[in-house]
């Protein structure tokens, strides 16, 4: 019976583990951004964000209160 519970307990943290859904750790007002620098960008990303890898313009990286500062929102695809 202990052994049948414990096998138990291991799937079910198994489960929940793998069913809760990837996040991104939060990030803080002292951290850096990158931006497009196109007439058309609203976003800020992280480095890897495929939304930045289809910036045909100059990418920027500045701190995030300054992109704040200038009025760009976090991005959809890196900051869900």
């Known amino acids: ?3 049948a519970l414990f096998i138990l ?3 079910i ?3 929940v583990v793998v ?3 990837m ?3 939060p990030i803080s007002k002292t951290d850096s951004v990158y931006i497009c620098q ?5 976003a800020y990303h992280q480095y890897q964000c495929r939304g930045l890898k289809r910036c045909t313009h100059v990418i920027e ?5 300054e992109a704040i500062r200038l009025g760009y929102k976090p991005c959809k695809i890196c900051y869900r």
């Open 9 to 11: 307990s291991l799937f």
């Open 13 to 15: 943290g198994i489960h």
């Open 38 to 42: 196109s007439k058309s960008a609203y």
């Open 19 to 21: 069913a809760r859904p």
């Open 1 to 3: 019976m202990k052994q």
């Open 61 to 65: 990286k500045l701190p995030l209160k």
């Open 23 to 25: 996040q991104h750790r």
